[in-house]
């Protein structure tokens, strides 16, 4: 199916799953244990209708908003995701012009296959990097200073990810990184000989942001993956948080809050913006869905800090249903790494588009001229939930 014929995002959904050998396809839709929270994540926004008002001028819908000190044209933008360059070979340089002809964010993660300073140097737009407080703070300070020498706009803490999550799916299709031919994996690739070729000749699976300090360690000695599994830190705490706002004075952003308590203590430390995730349903199973938790995070912490929500965002409903709960911003996911398997930069694209025309015929239907507009009188309970 071209990209053209995508309407939604569930068609780039099934046309990446075309395109990716079955270990890619997987890594990206699958959650943890028994994907309750991933099936949750989108079921949480039925709980919601949407009620119109009528006869309000929308001849022009303006969607741009200001976020984290930056003005975007849209209220979502590109989580960080790591390893982009496993989907397609436009990997996360694809991803960031992207977002910049779109007027949005993007985030770079940690574990991303392009550098930091790679990403600086080819948009112009906000740009976020994504890091965790590893075991190693030297490296985790290194981050803070590579981003302050190439101008990020914001850090974003990653506070749900002490453990990884058991993703069961990875298991089962064999999905290592970097990826390999091997017993496991060799009718999948066969059987995508254009994701396979691209393999051997765009061979770049570095985990960019961290290799040096693998060739330091002496290469080949422990594989990069092992080296960042090795690196996650169990004894991370708030006074971790303090400590990294203590060296960062951009803005910052804490990524993986779910409880009201959680999004107190974020502000008491001094970020800018809780990200209300639950990591799209692949760390904690049965954690709740963001949008459920969105009001009593409002409620609890009113003004004094942006709220990001991500998880489940397939349509532009989705979006103004989570800003009229009292979300700043909306981030999305598998939304774009879809387009990206898909179709490259060009996917990514599509996906924006996709969901950037949701938005504005939602906000139409909904007599929202802008983003202001949008409010709880907006949402009413879906039957079940009254
Ligand atoms: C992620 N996510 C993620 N988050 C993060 O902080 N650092 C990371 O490296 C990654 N990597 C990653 C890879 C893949 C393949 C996925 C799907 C997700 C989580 C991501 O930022 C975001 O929280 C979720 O993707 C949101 O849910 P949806 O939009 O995918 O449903």
């Known amino acids: 199916m071209s990209l053209a014929r995508s309407l939604n995002i569930d068609d780039l959904r099934r046309a990446a799953m075309r395109r990716l050998p079955a270990p890619m396809f997987h890594y990206i839709d699958g ?21 119109p008002e009528c006869l309000v001028d929308v001849s022009r819908i ?4 200001a976020l984290l000190g930056c003005r975007l044209a849209l209220p979502f933008f590109l989580a960080p995701t790591g390893m982009s360059r496993l989907f397609h070979h436009d990997k996360e340089l ?6 910049e002809k779109a007027g949005t964010l993007y985030s770079l993660s940690t574990l991303g296959t392009t550098s930091l300073e790679e990403v600086a140097a080819t948009i ?14 030297g490296l985790t300070l290194e981050f803070v200073e590579r981003c302050k020498a190439a101008r990020y706009d914001a850090l974003c803490l990653t506070v749900d990810m002490a453990v990884a999550g058991n993703r069961e799916r990875d298991h089962r299709t064999g999905m290592v990184m970097p990826p390999r031919f091997g017993p496991g994996s060799l009718f999948s690739f066969a059987s995508h000989p254009g994701w396979a070729l691209r393999l051997l000749t765009h061979p770049e699976f570095r985990l960019a942001n961290v290799a040096h300090r693998v060739d330091a360690l002496g290469g080949g000695a422990m594989g990069l993956i092992d080296y960042v599994n090795s690196q996650f830190d169990r004894s991370v705490t708030w006074a971790d948080v303090e400590w990294l706002r203590a060296r960062w004075d951009g803005k910052l952003v804490i990524k993986g809050i779910l409880s009201p308590a959680d999004a ?15 990591h799209g349903g692949r760390q904690l199973d049965h954690a709740p869905a963001p949008v459920e938790m969105l009001r009593s995070i409002r409620d609890r912490v009113g003004a004094a800090l942006e709220l990001i929500i991500d ?7 989705d979006i103004v249903k989570a800003l009229a709960l009292g979300a700043d911003a909306c981030s999305i996911g598998r939304a774009y790494l879809y387009g990206l398997a898909a179709g490259g930069q060009a ?9 950037q025309g949701e938005l504005v015929r939602t906000m139409a239907l909904m007599g929202c001229a802008s983003i202001a507009d949008i409010g709880e009188r907006h949402l009413l309970p879906a039957p079940s939930e009254r």
């Open 347 to 355: 996917g990514v694209e599509r996906a924006i588009a996709l969901l």
């Open 124 to 137: 112009a737009s906000p740009k976020m990097f994504q890091l965790y407080i590893l075991k190693d703070r």
């Open 31 to 51: 959650g943890s244990d028994d994907e309750t929270t991933l099936r949750h994540n989108r079921a949480a926004f039925d709980d919601w209708r949407l009620l």
């Open 264 to 278: 107190a203590r974020a502000r008491d430390c001094g970020a800018d913006a809780a990200m209300i995730s639950n």
């Open 94 to 99: 694809g991803v960031a012009r992207a977002a």
């Open 62 to 65: 303006d969607t741009g908003t």
């Open 311 to 317: 998880g489940g965002i397939r349509r532009g409903t």
